[in-house]
Every structure is written in structure tokens, then in C-alpha cells.
């Protein structure tokens, strides 16, 4: 295939003035005849955000986790673009918030007299901002951790049969950058397949040695198991072993882990299912039938039918919420 060298422009520049290349300072990329390297482009919204908090992102620390975060989540932003983007967000949250707290005061005020109402009408409107643009800033800047986590979760869940197709390529005597390349070609293979796809980009696109590309993507994904298996691709690789016997062990041996991995999953819904019998259906009746006899042989009653009413509309049906959400996570990873 017919490719054409995008060098940088301090290279064009030392080749017009006739100097020595410096060959640390050259970063080739290979590109497909009449075409040009694209980049991620920015939304409207993160320009404005770069654009407007970038000085002052500027002026704090480096963010390298965050930079090493973002890049196992594939969250096409550098560090400092992603907090300006965070800032931006805060304040829009926060002055949204500030309005809604302003009329939720008022909405208070209105409803009744005293001095009780007038405090609980200003810490209303001072708690749903305040707490609100705190929570957004906490939640966004864990957004590219959580989303590293996820994929490793997924790479975990998908790399046996991911390493029976790379044993059975390698069975039929396939290089190993056919094998990558034919990996990220398989998207049944989720998250897998997008780090096979970064090495081939490395190899094909920014002239990498496939050994060297191994290596980047081991320190670059967010899954141990699959950085194991690419360090263990590289050692084997470079001490002179052969990589067929070893691609069929790890096929063996990640069958083997994901089927442990499937029961104790299934252990522990079973446990779950019969801790919402319990918890969520049981104690909550049995609390419900003593405070209505409470109610009714004892005093206080109008007091322990808000008990009641909180019970009911709240209590179970966040319990229940709960359960569910962490049901659904664990379904999914069986």
C-alpha cells in the first residue's frame, strides 16, 4: 500500500536549512497517499471551556494519573482540555444550581411564617448549590477513572474466547501483527478488539515495531490480565521462545479463570437474591405491621404514620433501586 511520510514541521525546517536531523525530535507518521493525519476536534462547548479556564488550568499541577486515566478510557482529550471542560461544567452547573436555589428559598419562605422558615428557606437555597456543584466536580473528575475501570472490566470478561481466536490464528502459522490486526477487525470482541486496534495503529500508522507496539499498548491498558499476556507476548518474543505454545497456554488458562469467575459471580447473586427476600421484603413488612400496631394501641400516632409513609415511599423503594443497579452490574459481567 502506498504511503506517504508527515514529518514535523521542526524537521522540514532543519531540511531547509540544511542542518542534521535530530533523530529524537523526528516522529514519522504513515498515511494513506493524498491523505492527511486527522486529529479529535474539540465540541463548541470544550473550545469555549479551553478557551475561557485554560490559564487557570494552566497554573496548577500536572494531572499525569489523570493523563494515564484518560488514555486506558480512549477519552480523546489531553488532561488539561479535560479540566477546563470540568471547569466549564461546574460553573454552568453551579449558576443553574444558584437560580433553582434562589426560587426553592423563596418557594419555602412563602409557604409559612417564623423565623424556623426563613432559616430553613436560606440553608435550602445555600445547600442545593453548593452541594450540587460539589458533587457535579467530584463525579466528572472520576468520569475518566471510572470509565478505565469499565473497560478493563470488559476486556476481563471477554479475553478467553479474544485468546482462543489469537491461539487458533497462531496454530495456522499467522505473524503476530496479522494476528492484532485481524483481532481489531473483530468487534464481538469489545474493548479487546479497541486495544488491538491502538497497537496495529501504532505498527501501521507510526511505523512501531510490533515488539515496541506490545509493549506501549501493555502499559496502556487498563485490564492486569491482558497486560499480562502482552509482557508475557514481548519476554517470550525477545528470549527466543515460541509463541504458538504460548498463546494456546493463556487461551487454556483464561478459559479456565473465566469459568471461576462465572460461578463465584453466580454464588454471589444467589446470595443477593435471597438478602432481598430478607432485607427488602421480610424486615420491611414486619416493620410496617409493628408500627401500625404501635399506632394504634400506643400514642404518637400521627408521628409514626409519617414513620410509616417514610417506610413505604422511601425506604423500600430505594432498597429495591439499589438491589437492582447492583444486580444488573453483576448480570452483566456473567
Given at each position: 500500500?502506498?504511503?506517504t511520510?508527515?514529518?514535523?514541521p521542526?524537521?522540514a ?8 536531523p535530530?533523530?529524537?525530535e ?6 494513506k ?12 462547548f ?9 490559564d487557570?488550568v494552566k497554573?496548577?499541577?500536572a494531572e ?10 480512549h477519552?480523546r ?10 471547569m466549564a ?9 444558584a ?7 423563596v418557594?419555602i419562605y ?7 422558615t426563613?432559616?430553613?428557606a436560606v440553608?435550602?437555597a ?12 467530584v ?5 475518566p477513572?471510572s ?11 471477554r479475553?478467553g474466547a479474544?485468546m482462543?481466536?489469537?491461539s487458533?490464528?497462531a496454530?495456522?502459522?499467522v ?5 492484532f ?15 488491538a ?8 500508522l ?14 496502556r ?5 491482558f497486560q ?14 515460541q509463541?504458538?505454545?504460548y498463546?494456546?497456554?493463556k ?5 479456565r ?9 453466580t454464588?454471589t447473586m444467589?446470595l443477593l437474591?435471597e438478602t432481598?427476600v430478607t432485607v427488602v421484603?421480610?424486615?420491611p413488612?414486619f416493620l410496617?405491621i ?8 400506643g400514642?404518637?400516632g ?12 422511601a ?8 438491589f437492582i443497579?447492583?444486580?444488573q ?5 456473567v
Amino acid at each position: 500500500m502506498p504511503a506517504t511520510d508527515v514529518a514535523s514541521p521542526a524537521r522540514a525546517a532543519r531540511a531547509r536549512s540544511g542542518d542534521a536531523p535530530d533523530v529524537t525530535e523526528v516522529r514519522t507518521v504513515r498515511v494513506k497517499r493524498g491523505e492527511q493525519p486527522s486529529r479529535a476536534p474539540l465540541t463548541p462547548f470544550q473550545q469555549w471551556a479551553w478557551t475561557r479556564f485554560k490559564d487557570r488550568v494552566k497554573m496548577g499541577p500536572a494531572e499525569a494519573i489523570l493523563e494515564e486515566n484518560l488514555l486506558k478510557a480512549h477519552m480523546r482529550l489531553r488532561a488539561e482540555e479535560y479540566l477546563a471542560w470540568v471547569m466549564a461544567v461546574t460553573f454552568v452547573t453551579a449558576a443553574a444550581l444558584a437560580v433553582a436555589g434562589v426560587v426553592l428559598g423563596v418557594l419555602i419562605y412563602l409557604s409559612g411564617t417564623g423565623i424556623g422558615t426563613l432559616i430553613f428557606a436560606v440553608l435550602a437555597a445555600v445547600a442545593l448549590p453548593v452541594g450540587g456543584t460539589g458533587l457535579t466536580n467530584v463525579l466528572l473528575k472520576a468520569t475518566p477513572s471510572s470509565n478505565a475501570k469499565r473497560r478493563g472490566v470488559d476486556i476481563d470478561r471477554r479475553i478467553g474466547a479474544a485468546m482462543s481466536f489469537v491461539s487458533a490464528m497462531a496454530s495456522a502459522d499467522v505473524n503476530i501483527d496479522q494476528i492484532f490486526r485481524d483481532l481489531a477487525q473483530e468487534k464481538i470482541y469489545g474493548a479487546v478488539a479497541e486495544e488491538a486496534a491502538w497497537i496495529t495503529r501504532d505498527t501501521e500508522l507510526l511505523g512501531i515495531d510490533i515488539l515496541s507496539a506490545i509493549r506501549i499498548g501493555a502499559n496502556r491498558t487498563p485490564s492486569k490480565r491482558f497486560q499480562d499476556f502482552l509482557q508475557g507476548v514481548v519476554t517470550t518474543a525477545t528470549s527466543g521462545g515460541q509463541l504458538k505454545p504460548y498463546f494456546l497456554i493463556k487461551a487454556e488458562q483464561y478459559q479456565r479463570e473465566n469459568k471461576l469467575d462465572v460461578m463465584r459471580r453466580t454464588e454471589t447473586m444467589g446470595l443477593l437474591a435471597e438478602t432481598f427476600v430478607t432485607v427488602v421484603v421480610a424486615f420491611p413488612l414486619f416493620l410496617v405491621i409493628v408500627i401500625a400496631i404501635f399506632a394504634i394501641i400506643g400514642g404518637g400516632g400521627g408521628s409514626l404514620l409519617l414513620i410509616l409513609w417514610g417506610i413505604i415511599g422511601a425506604m423500600i423503594p430505594a432498597f429495591q433501586f439499589v438491589f437492582i443497579l447492583y444486580m444488573q452490574g453483576l448480570a452483566s459481567e456473567v
